[in-house]
């Protein structure tokens, strides 16, 4: 049988990484068993609905290269694709519960509802509406009726790929609703339509609808269903470990990482290892590296801690690989819009020799705003951190202009201006000085940046040029 999954996802906001790790898992089974992934849109709850939101789900798959077989955009066999234009067939299903002696009409008031769960509440047991339903049930499809399934509660045994074998009784179902009164269907009963028709093989989705599982067992039983593969997933929990991610918890959602300079390599391989290893030490995976060795099996049963640091330095380190096994223009491609105003008045080489020297220091492209600055424009003299490095605080004023003084006439002399020959000439300084490397680099990185860190300084100066170095050189050598 042909593997297929599905992300489900509903379009009430910004999809969120919990949201995001949801389509990856189903993505990579797929893949791996050269099945079909398939994308819908549950857009049936239409007080949450959003504009736009379909459009950023769609955006986000995109960016993080999980390309659906099915779903809107692409078309398939199985559409339509949002939940809003399949109604009728929703309908259908009902009808056919509804003359099965399953499902029935119910048209009990909410403020009826709500008396009989203050009841249950008072008397401190579960409120289930079927100990309410009506006495004579109407089994007519009626527009504007809401309509109920008609439980017939049994225990229930069912292995889920995650979570185990698991076991629910009898009280744990209810009379949940089909349809409610504006003719859209919940998700309880929509997904199990949609999945069936679509011949889905793996349900994928979180922990916390486990909990409803004996109701989505019954009702694959009122219809003579295949039962397909259970899959739970854990949360995503909070830094703290304590509590479910949430946005309060600093997580933010998929587009603000991208747009924070995150790359969708780094997303995917975080995410993906959110809570799945493969029982290596390995860290760094390509997509093609988690399809062949992704399996249910490895996937935790526990919660997995969110922590962005590790996300950030998962960046770094893609960051360094794509620069180092595609080539800096591979690198500099996705820099757009990352870099400061000033250097769009430089050269495409210009910068890409900029990000050939500083590329192993960043953590997210956002980073080479502030990290670049300095070899665009002329940084403003702060005689204050001179001052305060922890190297060049025990120097007086007169030993760090002296030392100036004796770095601009040995690098005025430099006919051929090269790393390599820089380099040099700073061992030659160090010698002449009889300074130590921290005490006389530190001035000449600092009187040419004022940055907090900078890449090698012979690849610094090499990049800046003699005119702009010297300049920079002499003119902190005015200010002391």
Not at 15 to 32: E, F, K, M, T
Not at 44 to 51: A, L, N
Not at 75 to 93: A, K, T, V
């Amino acid at each position: 049988m042909e593997t297929v999954t599905r992300f489900a996802p509903s379009p009430t906001g910004y999809i969120h990484i919990g949201n995001v790790r949801s389509a990856i898992y189903p993505y990579l089974l797929a893949r791996q068993n050269k099945g079909k992934f398939i994308l819908r849109i549950e857009d049936t709850d239409r007080e949450r609905y959003v504009e736009g939101a379909t459009e950023l789900i769609e955006d986000t798959l995109k960016w993080l290269g999980l390309e659906w077989d099915e779903g809107p955009v692409v078309g398939g066999d199985h559409g339509p694709y949002f939940q809003s234009e399949r109604l009728e067939i929703y309908h259908e299903w009902a009808k056919r519960l509804l003359a099965a002696g399953r499902a029935y009409s119910d048209d009990t008031p909410p403020e009826k509802i709500d008396e009989y769960r203050k009841q249950c509440t008072e008397a401190k047991k579960p409120f289930l509406y079927r100990n309410y339903r009506p006495s004579e049930l109407n089994y007519e499809f009626k527009e504007g009726v809401p309509i109920r399934f008609k439980a017939e509660p049994k225990d229930y045994d069912w292995v889920d790929a995650v979570m185990g074998p698991m076991h629910a009784g009898a009280e744990t179902q209810d009379d949940i609703i089909l349809i409610k009164k504006d003719g859209y269907p919940t998700y309880n009963f929509a997904h199990i339509v949609d999945d069936a028709l679509m011949q889905v093989t793996h349900v994928m989705r979180g922990v916390e609808y486990l909990s409803s599982t004996p109701n989505y067992l019954a009702l694959y039983e009122a219809f003579s269903l295949d039962v397909p593969v259970l899959v739970s997933l854990p949360h995503i929990l909070a830094p703290t470990g304590n509590k479910k991610l949430g946005k309060r918890d600093g997580a933010k959602s998929a587009t603000e990482y991208r747009d924070d300079g995150v790359l969708p390599e780094a997303m995917l391989n975080y995410l993906a290892c959110l809570g799945w290893n493969d029982g290596t030490e390995q860290e760094i995976y390509t997509k093609e590296e988690l399809i062949d060795r992704f399996s249910l099996d490895r996937i935790q049963s526990s919660g997995a801690r969110y922590d962005e640091t590790k996300l950030l330095w998962m960046n770094g380190q893609w960051i360094r690989q794509i620069f180092d096994t595609q080539g800096a223009r591979a690198l500099y491609d996705r820099t757009a819009g990352f870099w400061p105003e000033s250097a769009d008045n430089y050269s495409e080489e210009y910068r890409l020799q900029v990000l050939s020297i500083i590329y192993d220091r960043l953590k997210t492209l956002s980073d080479l705003k502030e990290m670049t600055a300095y070899f665009f424009e002329d940084p403003e003299i702060d005689t204050d951190m001179l001052k305060n490095n922890k190297f060049l605080k025990k120097l007086s004023e007169v030993e760090i202009e002296d030392l100036l003084k004796k770095t601009i006439a040995k690098l005025s002399e430099i006919s051929e201006w090269n790393e390599d020959v820089l380099q040099d000439a700073l061992n030659a300084l160090l010698e002449e000085t009889g300074k130590k490397p921290a005490e006389l680099f530190s001035l000449i990185r600092i009187s040419v940046s004022f940055a907090p860190f900078s890449p090698a300084l012979n690849l610094t100066l090499n990049t800046l040029g003699k005119d702009v170095s010297l300049a920079r050189l002499n003119a902190v050598a005015r200010s002391i």
